[in-house]
């Protein structure tokens, strides 16, 4: 895949203001929108999440990079409600947290996608956008009773939502139920019904998984134009293709610690990122070790 | 064999009173099982509620009748937050299993002795719809008189508490409705289909299934208020888990999701019902015998009767899922 041959003002400006952080783990960002402190969160004997320190940039692309059971997909629960942490707090955009309910979290614009695709199946497109939209009036049982309340609103909540769907390319599927979408339809819909919440912060939960190779190509573009309009966006992957192509930069978590940081480049030759990845013995064969 | 009569009864169940307040707890059931997928088996405490809401009025509290129907209201109000503040917040499951067993505990209550001062134990409540009925007589309908034309002859008594049976049926139908195809009802349909998902766009999913489960359960107390102004009494028996059932047996006839179904539902199960019925009973008026072997006496056609309404569940459930009215793709029992 090409990499991003021209870079956008926004991109620019993320990656000038990353250059100044040095590559190690935890470090401080000119600008961060998310900030993470000692959270922690185990599982029985098991400690799923320990990070000390993390922040992540305003107007940036942020990688969350790991092996499986790293901890990625939990520090996400944690810092959007899902999960509440065990010890350790969080600050987002200024804000201090605690123990927030997830649709709390998406009032105050962190909105997430899930690792397995949560398309509402059994609502037509529109419809799964339309929910999108947050500060609804006719979300009220009283005032759904009186179409005058929440008509007009309900016109500019379509206008928006077929404009992202125009977007996504998926205005062709307006009115099919969600469950006649595709698996990389569905992401595409999972990320514009995000976009109707007008976050600040996106989370994506490995937004490729099962994608194919022509819409990883177009996933990539809608993911940078997130960042283009000013939004952050936070995403966990493993096609490392795609992270060393979109991200502006890459946290890497093992065993529920954040090892290493830095820009892509750097994280690509950084030992304690191949080493967590293929092992310590890597290259290596497996008969040398044995007596 | 007597077919006209047969007939007669039949088409009266159809439009009788038992399909009113069958309908009434149905679209009630439809909100909370149908739209947010909530599973309440307990649809028959909802609807003691609002039957013992006015009984009391007259036996306990003696205050005016018409103070019932709020008083009704209040009971099914906390009921629902009893049942539900505890077990909204877990999977749908466990709602169902609270909601079984609030229904019971609430008819062992109002029958038992030990209450009998404020609920009249196993007896009920009798004689307390006289006010409701001076309303009808006020507009010109004669309780005893008989009113109507060939098989849809009813006492004046039906006739009036039919008219307001339907009536509210209408209303309550087009209100819900309404509701449905508003943005609240939109996100009491993402409820049903992934809870998280909707989380993560910003709604209080937990308030959300709370509204769900109270409007239900206020409809199934207006559907109880009918069925005791009808009987003119209240007995904690009609109040058992069979009749929930019956409920949800005769919503699935019509289609979950769609209030036609929910409405047409419960008119067709009272027809089949009551042909069934009688039609068993004429049939088994002498034991029905092979050899020395009895198959079937009259004493068992209730039994029977049953039998054949838990087939017709199955059959629907294997042919036709969605009901007679409902839509395959959007609501179908799938046994996810």
Request: hydrophobic share 45%; proline share 3%; charged share 20%.
């Amino acid at each position: 895949m090409d990499a991003e041959t021209t870079m956008s003002p926004a991109a620019r400006m993320a990656r000038e203001a990353l250059a100044t952080c040095a590559a190690s783990p935890g470090v401080a960002k000119p600008d961060p929108i998310l900030v993470a402190d000692s959270v922690r969160r185990k599982f029985g004997g098991i400690t799923a999440v320990d990070v000390d320190h993390l922040e992540v940039q305003r107007g940036s692309i942020t990688a969350l990079i790991g092996p499986n059971g790293a901890g990625k997909t939990t520090l996400f629960n944690l810092l959007t409600g899902f999960d509440s942490v065990d010890e350790g707090r969080w600050s987002f955009d200024g804000r201090s947290m605690g123990r927030a309910a997830p649709h709390r979290m998406a009032k105050l614009g962190m909105v997430r996608t899930f690792q397995l695709t949560k398309s509402l199946t059994k609502l037509s497109v529109i419809e799964n956008m339309r929910l999108g939209a947050t500060e609804q009036i006719g979300e009220k049982w009283w005032n759904g009773l009186i179409d005058a309340r929440w008509r007009k609103q309900e016109a500019a909540i379509t206008e928006r939502a077929e404009e992202l769907l125009e977007r996504f390319k998926l205005s062709h599927m307006r009115d099919e139920y969600a469950g006649a979408l595709s698996g990389g339809q569905r992401k595409l819909l999972e990320m514009a019904r995000a976009l109707m919440t007008n976050p600040i912060l996106v989370m994506l939960d490995e937004p490729m998984a099962g994608v194919n190779p022509a819409l990883k190509q177009s996933l990539n573009e809608h993911i940078r134009g997130l960042r283009d309009e000013g939004m952050t966006v936070l995403f966990v992957e493993h096609d490392m293709d795609m992270v060393h192509d979109i991200s502006d930069w890459v946290v890497v978590m093992a065993e529920g610690r954040v090892i290493a940081e830095g820009t892509p480049d750097a994280i690509s030759s950084n030992p304690a990122v191949i080493d967590a990845y293929l092992g310590a013995h890597q290259g290596r064969s497996l008969l040398e070790d044995q007596p | 064999m007597d077919w006209s009569l047969i007939f007669e009864l039949s088409l009266k169940g159809l439009i009788g009173i038992n399909a009113v307040y069958f309908a009434i707890a149905a679209i009630g059931l439809n909100v909370q099982f149908g739209y947010t997928g909530l599973l309440n088996f307990g649809q028959a405490g909802f609807m003691a509620c609002g039957a013992y809401g006015l009984g009391m009025t007259a036996h306990y509290f003696e205050i005016s009748f018409w103070w019932g129907i709020p008083l009704g209201i209040l009971f099914s109000l906390l009921l629902g937050l009893l049942m539900g503040i505890p077990t909204l917040r877990l999977r749908a499951d466990y709602l169902a299993i609270v909601t079984i067993a609030a229904a019971e505990i609430i008819r062992l209550v109002v029958r038992s002795v030990r209450f009998k001062h404020y609920f009249g134990g196993s007896d009920g409540i009798n004689r307390f719809a006289q006010p409701f009925r001076e309303v009808g007589a006020d507009f010109g309908i004669d309780q005893t008189q008989l009113y109507g034309f060939g098989p849809f002859t009813f006492t004046g008594r039906e006739l009036w508490t039919m008219i307001v049976g339907w009536s509210l049926v209408a209303l309550i139908g087009y209100l819900v409705y309404k509701l449905m195809k508003s943005p609240w009802g939109r996100v009491l349909k993402a409820i049903r289909e992934d809870e998280d998902a909707v989380r993560s766009l910003g709604k209080n999913v937990y308030s959300y299934k709370m509204q769900s489960l109270l409007l239900g359960g206020v409809i199934g107390t207006i559907s109880g208020m009918i069925f005791a102004l009808d009987r003119g009494s209240v007995q904690p028996d009609n109040y058992s888990r069979d009749v929930t059932f019956y409920i949800l047996t005769a919503l699935v006839l019509g289609g979950v999701a769609k209030v036609s179904g929910s409405i047409i539902g419960p008119m067709l199960f009272w027809l089949i019902f009551t042909f069934l019925d009688n039609f068993l009973r004429q049939v088994a008026d002498k034991p029905i015998k092979i050899g020395n072997f009895t198959i079937m006496q009259s004493t068992q056609v209730g039994q029977v009767n049953f039998m054949l309404v838990g087939l017709t569940l199955i059959l629907l459930m294997v042919y036709r899922p969605q009901g007679i009215f409902g839509n395959r793709q959007e609501m179908a029992f799938d046994g996810r």
